[in-house]
């Protein structure tokens, strides 16, 4: 067995203002790690968290209100304590930054129902073997959070920052809308006490937070942004790279990219989700999230050259397509994305209760009927929500391309971890993923550009 080429240089800096930290270079472990067991692993800290933009650039996440929330649902929130009697039409919110942490360990003190917490990591996408990753002992990974008017008709809202349940001990803020720049969000952002399991003990952790008025038609309704990242500095076989965590991240995902010294908004494609693949010198290097908070991630390579250098099967552009395979709904004929190979193939991942699933299905049609079937095929993987009868659903929404029922028995679609709808993939005939999210005119004009056979 030949010994890989690949070695890890790790470099942690401490992270305060990121672009001066790389300037001054200041302060750095190294650590090598030569590449001589049957499987060497490298753990990266990313235990530093900077005030500002993640790679995701400045997104908002609304929420619904309390109001709005199921009777069982609501067993599992904070009971809030000192709700300002002087403050009027009041919202309450619950922002919660851990579901599956928030909903298993309400399960296991008894507060959820077994039935209930399946229900919710069926819907949420998530493996239940990842439980090993959580405890069932109360973590605080919600943010409280109200809004009301003031008897001068103000809007202000107040975040219980110290996670006390109790809102007497916090201010009232201004509430404001149309936070675009980034010193802006973070000159309106409060830092709130949380918790994260590291797979051993409960540790607390600050989280800093904007809220603002969003804009939509409802007064009170929040719009929430965190201006926070973590990162760490790694050598990878020739080259620095930066390693970085959002940290509000359901996913946890990180991106990875060539050390530089300021950094906006990072394309998606440096993106990697766990057990998904960083290429690095021809290498392939798995990444494992080792904490909830990405404060502390896994690298890891094989020793065997060949298999380091083999393109592994993962949902990811550059890699090969894990297969998928089921029963079209339309026909009740077998077919696999293994079928196909020689041809693109557009995967489709879309839910029976997402909209914006919906509104694509012209523009996926526009193109199945365009492009020639000798060179493209089209396969839907429906998240059927409820008692809906697929096949009189998408020919309702007059889908003509074969579209599998995720929930089906003869189902099977490892390996692709889809926790948001749409989600799509566009595979070449050699099978490797070339492009993912393909929305509105995207996907035609990829297809264009491939010179793809037209009816």
Known sequence: MKKATLFFLLNLIPAHNYSQDIKNNTDIIKKNIQIDQPTTSLTVVLDKAVQGVGPSGIIGHGIASKDMISTEELKGYPKMKNIPDSLSNIKEYLFILNDFQFYYQNYKQGIYSKDFFMQKAINNKKNLKDTI????????????????????????????????????????????????????????????????????????????????????????????????FKYGKVQLGNDSYLIISESFNRNQSIFLVKDQPYFDRIDRKHEIKPNQYLKIDDNYIQYTPLTQNLSKIKLTISPNEQ?????????????????????????????????????????????????????????????????????????????????????????????????????????????????????????????????????????????????????
């Open 307 to 455: 298999d380091n250098k083999t393109m592994p099967t993962a949902n990811q552009v550059d890699m090969i397509a894990p297969n998928i395979s089921g029963v079209n709904a339309l026909n009740n004929t077998e077919i696999s994305l293994k079928k196909y190979r020689g041809k693109y193939v557009f995967l489709d991942f879309w839910s029976t209760s997402c909209p914006p699933c919906i509104k694509e299905f012209p523009k996926i049609k526009e193109v199945y009927d365009k492009f020639s079937h000798k060179d493209l095929e089209i396969i839907g993987i429906a998240d059927v929500r409820g008692k809906i009868d697929i096949n009189k659903f998408i020919i309702d929404q007059n889908v003509t391309w074969p579209t599998i029922d995720e929930k089906h028995p003869k189902t099977i679609s490892k390996g692709y971890q889809i926790i948001s709808y749409p989600t799509s993939y566009l595979i070449d005939p050699n099978g490797k993923i070339i492009a993912t999210d393909l929305r509105g005119d995207d996907l035609n004009n990829k297809l264009e550009f491939l010179k793809l056979e037209k009816k």
């Open 133 to 228: 990753f959580l405890t069932g002992q109360k973590v605080k990974t919600t943010i409280s959070v109200l809004a009301g008017y003031t008897p001068n008709n103000s809007i202000v809202y107040i975040i219980d920052s110290n996670n006390n349940d109790d809102f007497s001990d916090e201010a009232a803020n201004t509430l404001v809308s149309k936070l675009y720049k980034q010193d802006d969000i973070i000159e309106h952002a409060l830092a709130v006490d949380i918790e994260y399991f590291d797979g051993t003990t409960i540790k607390k952790d600050k989280q800093l937070i904007t809220v603002e008025k969003s804009l939509s038609d409802k007064d009170l309704a929040l719009m929430f942004k965190f201006p926070q």
